[in-house]
């Protein structure tokens, strides 16, 4: 049974955690104090709830509180060890756990533990993260709240911000919390309800504040050249910078992309002291650990050619990492965790947007939310006073934290395609779309394409929300449809590195019976809609000099010649030969060129639903509910040919195994002789 303590806890951290006005995504941490009895001496146990390591507000549930004794904890004041090894403190909150399972307990445990009010609230607001990091801050603080809420200086989290907080507290029964200079607020209440009045209170004063006193155009007056381009323009320019940049951010590892080109973004960007803020850098350790403690801010107007802007990006690129290296080199210690990469993960693209990096696309995601927390934050800043973000050293020392290493050490091993974007065409169903789920449960994001939207949506959301899966429309056939299906991968997930064409249609016919309109039709949404889908990714894949893949979906038929097949299969071999020459060409940039040759997988595919099964049944004199087992008994080895069955080719020809094939067909047909390569 949930104590009732925990129960207020959880319901007040979702409400304050589901309004981005509170906290950033996964940011902060509360807690709730109550009494339970112990089962071990039956006797009462004072004991504390408090959000765990990692895990957001808004979405917290049992499981992601940490239960520790109080008396226990409480007792760790007396050992330690002070300041230069207040890190120790984190492993001994393990010895002060309560039963078992539940959260880890996170770096900010003793400030809910050590601070003597039943409820406590620490959170990431924009508005209280402006007080904190204008540079007279203290005074803004009890100029604004008056003695309520009292000013605590700038310090690392960990126990001595705890031990701080509790001391204040203590010596202020008035104050209901206080401004953690450079970071962000902590609040308090007898009761749950109290925790959370004092949290939004501290937040809706400082916003109001701010909306009252900022002086106007708190980033400057506009900059000439910097305003928004319409947003059919930014887009555009967007897609076509998307390859450059995503290959800038992945020099030392690959990263998936997102873009954004929200108000807050494109007015910084506008105004004359962008530059300035953007070198300063973010403040709060959770906007800096996901967004690096800078941008890279492309320095050239909204309407600089896409040519002038790879170029200048490219030189940023250079500058960007030895800066960082340098940042790096100047406060290392021989202790230090080694660098983590020295690419941008954010990138600042004026009159366009924002484009932001991760391991996923989560992650990617919520780097450029944080930026734009961090926009916001400067903005009131600057509107009150001077934007004073922490300063470097003190950054580098949360970067690379020994306990913030051993998190990321923590980390899972990443599946064998996290990073990479794939895209499926004709993926709305049949192979196409079971090749789409594969690839997405070993780790790719994919964008699924194909004629319907609704279909190619469905399909999405089917294998993931849109971290994971997005559908676009696309008839492969239309070059224009292509580049705009491309575009939308790129503004997706950043980029493209494996391309399933895949999107097809059958019409079996004779010699006699096939026109010329059933030839063109065959021909252009096979031969020439992957020429076109292979054409337009691999220029986004030589642009991002990531390396990549492109497979065919071709067929047994592209070498066996069966019956009233003309239009089929000649398209299919025109697929085959595409393979061939386009691994002898694009080779050079890494980007590997396969291909499947599947026969008779019936079940799921719309090609035999719609007519081909029923005249492939005819042809060969069999039931066509019973063709699936017809084709199987054809087989060497007797087995049903099901659509994951290509799928798996498919991963395996782009996985971490077969990095040195290209130019390759795989059959996958339950062994057909006839349609041996040779
Ligand atoms: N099913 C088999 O036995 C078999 C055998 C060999 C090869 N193949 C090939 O596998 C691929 C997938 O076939 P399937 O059996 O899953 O059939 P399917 O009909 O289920 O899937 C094909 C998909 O392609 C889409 N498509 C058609 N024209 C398109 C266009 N112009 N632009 C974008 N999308 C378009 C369709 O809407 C459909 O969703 C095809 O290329 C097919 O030739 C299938
Ligand atoms: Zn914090």
Known sequence: MTHPAAADLIARSNRLGSDPKNTNYAGGNTSAKGTETDPVTGQPVELVWVKGSGGDLGTLTEQGLAVLRLDRMRALVDVYPGLEREDEMVAAFDYCLHGKGGAAPSIDTAMHGLVDAPHVDHLHPDSGIAVATAADGQELTSTIFGDKVVWVPWR????????????????????????????????????????????????????????????????????????????????????????????????????????????????????????????????????????????????????????????????????????????????????????????????????????????????????????????????????????????????????????????????????????RVALVTGAAGGIGKATAKKLAAEGACVVIADLSLEKAQAAAAEIGGSDVAV??????????????????????????????????LSLSKSLMDTTAADWDLQHNVMAKGSFLVSKATAKVMVGQEMGGDIVYISSKNSVFAGPNNIAYSATKADQAHQVRLLAAELGAHGIKVNGVNPDGVVQGSGIFASGWGANRAAVYGVEEKDLGTFYAQRTILKREVLPENIANAVFVLCGPDMTHTTGLHVPVDAGVAAAFLR
């Not at 690392?156 to 401004?179: H, M, S, T, V, Y």
């Not at 040519?307 to 030189?315: F, G, I, Q, T």
Request: aromatic fraction near 8%.
């Open 471 to 504: 559908g676009v429309a696309a008839d492969v056939s239309d070059e224009d449809a292509v580049q705009a299906m491309v575009d939308a991968a790129v503004l997706a997930f950043g980029g493209v590195d494996l391309v399933v064409n895949n999107a097809g």
């Open 156 to 419: 690392r989290p960990g126990f001595q911000l705890g031990l701080d907080i509790a001391e204040i507290k203590e010596k202020n029964p008035q104050a209901i919390g206080c401004i953690l200079g450079g970071h962000g607020i902590t609040a308090w209440g007898e009761t749950s309800d109290e925790a959370e009045r004092a949290s939004l209170w501290i937040i809706d004063t400082a916003a109001a504040y701010i909306a009252e006193h900022s002086r106007p155009e708190p980033f400057g007056p506009p900059l000439a050249g910097y305003a928004p381009l319409p947003q059919a323009e930014r887009r555009a320019k967007a897609a076509a910078l998307g390859a450059t940049i995503r290959g800038i951010a992945s020099q030392d590892r690959p990263m998936v992309g997102h873009f954004t080109d929200t108000g807050e973004v494109l007015d910084f960007l506008a105004s004359s002291e962008h530059p300035r803020l953007g070198a300063l850098g973010t403040s709060c350790p959770d906007h800096f650990l996901r967004t690096k403690v800078k941008p890279l801010v492309l320095d050239l107007p909204s309407d600089a050619p896409v040519e002038d802007c790879v170029a200048r990006l490219k030189e940023l690129a250079v500058a960007y990492r030895e800066d960082y290296q340098a940042y790096y080199d100047r406060h290392a210690t021989p202790e230090s965790p080694a660098i983590r990469g020295a690419d941008p993960l954010i990138v600042l693209v004026p009159g366009v947007g924002m484009f932001s990096f991760g391991k996923d696309k989560q992650t990617a995601r919520v780097a450029g939310e944080f930026y734009v927390n961090a926009i916001n934050v400067m903005r009131g800043a600057e509107g009150l006073s001077t934007y004073a973000p922490i300063d470097e050293a003190e950054k580098f020392r949360i970067e690379y934290w020994a306990l913030e290493e051993a998190k990321l050490q923590r980390m899972p091993k990443p599946k064998p395609l996290a990073t």
